[in-house]
């Protein structure tokens, strides 16, 4: 992979064309700079141009192109919207009409990210990740390091949701069920956790050994039992649109009449079905975000929106603790991996952390109920 850098033929038109692209986003070939890009094989042009986002990642993952600093070169892309100048071709087009016509959330479909994602294997996560586990965004205010943040994140939403000794919570996509265990010891209520990942439902079985906790492997739309509260962190990304409205349904079939539920999401500032291409391929398969306005209309005939609380500048943060921590800890995994799975997730936190920082995608937790009398008054 580590190969030198090739001098781009001055006369190639692709070149010149990318060369100019990037210079609008304060990017140059082979530049100084750590937000430059170092070119490896000149055949990394046309295909991005050609493939745009899926070419551009494909192509770091097979070494054709390197940066110091990939996640300010993705956030310098992103501000400049140099997205739009090389999409558009026909497999994206193909796979936004399929995406219209076809339901890749299905409850068939639905269990392909946590075969081909979350089951990648607990000794990834567990080294990369904090100690309760948590893949989703932390809640930095007043913290200094990831694993106070990811605690913060998880008081953050037991107090948002007024969780009380004797309570019912259910936790649809409990991941590898930190906040399960979290919110069973400190505030003594009775656990359900939901997952469609054998790997986590195996692991967070261990973790809740002993607590009030129960883990299925379930699809979320096989619910149907009553909860005190309802909370689901990082898994409405893979719901997708054609589904909102059901998903909201079933919150609100297992939601008892005074309960509240917490919905943590990441968010796209529009409403579309342009999936990333590279990441709908190789890190969250049939994945969609959500916009405020795809959130609130399915919501809309269940549940009042309480609160709204932003803070997706903190994934940013939080990517980039991820990405150190992988880093470091990739000699104990190695033998388990290849090196162009390392140079996957490499760009997939980085680009992530990029695309957070230029406020491209955001960060949501809502508090939703059927109309708390008097209001809810929610920390912060």
Known sequence: MNKKIIMPDPDNSWFRISRDLLREAGVEINGKRATDIQVKDNRFYKRVLQQGSLGLGESYMDGWWDCESLDGFMTLLLQADLESAVRGNLKDLVRVAGARLLNPQSK??????????????????SLMLDPWMQYSCAYWKDAADLCTAQQNKLKLICEKLQLKKGMTLLD??????????????NYGVKVTGITISAEQQKLARTRCEGLDVEILLQDYRDLDRQFDRIVSVGMFEHVGPKNYATYFSVVERNLKPDGLFLLHTIGSNKTDLNVDPWINKYIFPNGCLPSIAQIATASEPWLVVEDLHNFGADYDRTLMAWNARFQATWPQIEDNYSERFKRMFTYYLNACAGAFRARHIQLWQLVLSRGVSGGLRVPR
């Open 172 to 185: 649809i996509g409990c991941g590898w069920g930190g906040l399960a265990a979290f919110a069973a010891e």
């Open 108 to 125: 068939k479909r639905a269990w392909i990210v946590g075969k081909e994602h979350y089951d990648l294997g607990n000794d990834l996560f």
